[in-house]
Nanobody, 124 residues
Framework: QVQLVESGGGLVQAGGSLRLACGFSGRTFSSYVMGWFRQAPGKGREFVAA????????PYADSVKGRFTISRDNAKNTVYLQMNSLKPEDTAVYYC?????????????????WGQGTQVTVSS
C-alpha cells in the first residue's frame, strides 16, 4: 500500500518561502504521477501542481504560476513543492497525492493515494 507523508509546512510572512516535501513508500515511486493540492478554510480542494512519470510538469494552477515549482527525486522517493513569494491567499492545508493511472492530473479523483496534509499559513 502506498503511504505519503508531507512535511515542511509552517507559518511564514507574506513574500517569504517554504519548501514542502512528500515522502513516498510502499510501491515503486517512479511508476506514479505525483501531485500537490491545497484546501483553504471553507473551500474545496484545488489542484496546485503535478509531475509526471516521464519528468514533465503538468501546467500549474494559474494562482501559483511563476511562484511555485514542483520537483521530484526518484532516488529519495520524494516530491517537493518550492513555494516563493507567498501570499496570504496561499494559506491552506497542502496535500500530496499519487496517481497510478493516466487521466487528468488536475482532478482529485485521478489520485488514489493521499497524504495527511501539512498546514501552510501566510501572514500579511
Amino acid at each position: 500500500q502506498v503511504q505519503l507523508v508531507e512535511s515542511g509546512g509552517g507559518l511564514v510572512q507574506a513574500g517569504g518561502s517554504l519548501r514542502l516535501a512528500c515522502g513516498f513508500s510502499g510501491r515503486t515511486f517512479s511508476s506514479y504521477v505525483m501531485g500537490w493540492f491545497r484546501q483553504a478554510p471553507g473551500k474545496g480542494r484545488e489542484f496546485v501542481a503535478a509531475y509526471s512519470r516521464t519528468g514533465l510538469t503538468i501546467p500549474y494552477a494559474d494562482s501559483v504560476k511563476g511562484r511555485f515549482t514542483i520537483s521530484r527525486d526518484n532516488a529519495k522517493n520524494t516530491v517537493y513543492l518550492q513555494m516563493n513569494s507567498l501570499k496570504p491567499e496561499d494559506t491552506a492545508v497542502y496535500y500530496c497525492a499519487a496517481a497510478a493511472r493516466s487521466s487528468d492530473y488536475r482532478v482529485e479523483s485521478t489520485y488514489g493515494y493521499w497524504g495527511q496534509g501539512t498546514q501552510v499559513t501566510v501572514s500579511s
